[in-house]
């Protein structure tokens, strides 16, 4: 893909970016346009949109879920946007909340709510908890809600590691770890795997290249009965 980012004001950015996806399994092609701007209302609060379109066949690695109840990918919807409303207090550490809109063609639209809290502690760990819910929806149409908690650390250098645990009422449990490090200026890697609750277990990697005000980024994933490039 590829993407540009501008500055217009003091405390005002946005971007547009466009992402490319091929899915080996079903040979599902497709792309995804996405857009953002941000504005920062003080010191401490900020403010954003996002806005994306996609294609019939576009596929993301992190937007590919389980559905245990259907035995089969869960896929996000073509069109979504989000606004967020970001904080941070030096007591309470980083605080948010969001609402954003899923729409499909094989769907009706959903619509979830999102809170969020993050505290860095000593030796430069991050602990954050992320809970969301659907609202507005029909009963049967309802994905429930969800928890997400995620336990950061430093492993020298640039190289991280971040061990996470979520529990939805689509996918049920799963636990996994992400190790990520930036080799140099231009060129970062990470590495993931998961496992559900059911004892399967996926993995991925990614791949980002950063050279004179462009960026490349290179994606794969691989879980039972899927593989995926993006």
Not at 66 to 81: A, K, L, M, V
Not at 153 to 160: F, N, V
Not at 196 to 210: F, I, K, P, W, Y
């Amino acid at each position: 893909g590829w993407g540009l980012q501008q500055q217009w004001s003091v405390g005002v950015t946005s971007g547009i970016r466009q992402v490319l996806s091929n899915e080996l399994s079903q040979g599902q092609r497709g792309h995804q346009l996405q857009m953002t701007t941000s504005v920062a209302l003080s010191a401490n609060l900020s403010a954003s949109i996002f806005a994306a379109r996609a294609s019939e066949g576009f596929r993301t690695l992190s937007d590919t879920g389980w559905n245990r109840h259907q035995q089969r990918p869960e896929y996000r919807g073509r069109d979504q946007w989000v606004f967020s409303l970001n904080g941070s207090t030096e007591r309470w550490g980083a605080l948010g909340a969001n609402l954003s809109r899923y729409t499909s063609a094989y769907e009706p639209a959903q619509t979830r709510l999102g809170l969020s809290w993050s505290r860095m502690l000593p030796q430069r760990t991050t602990l954050s908890l992320t809970l969301e819910r659907d609202v507005g929806a029909t009963e049967e149409r309802r994905g429930g809600s969800s928890a997400y908690l995620t336990l950061a650390a430093p492993l020298g250098g640039q190289r991280r590691i971040r061990s996470y645990l979520r529990d939805d009422e689509r996918s049920g449990v799963r636990s996994g770890v992400v190790i990520s490090d930036s080799v140099s200026e231009t060129l970062a890697y990470s590495v993931s795997g998961e496992r559900r609750e059911d004892g399967q277990s996926s993995m991925g990697a990614r791949l980002g290249v950063l050279a004179h005000y462009s960026s490349l980024d290179f994606g794969y994933s691989r879980r039972p009965g899927s593989t995926s490039f993006d």
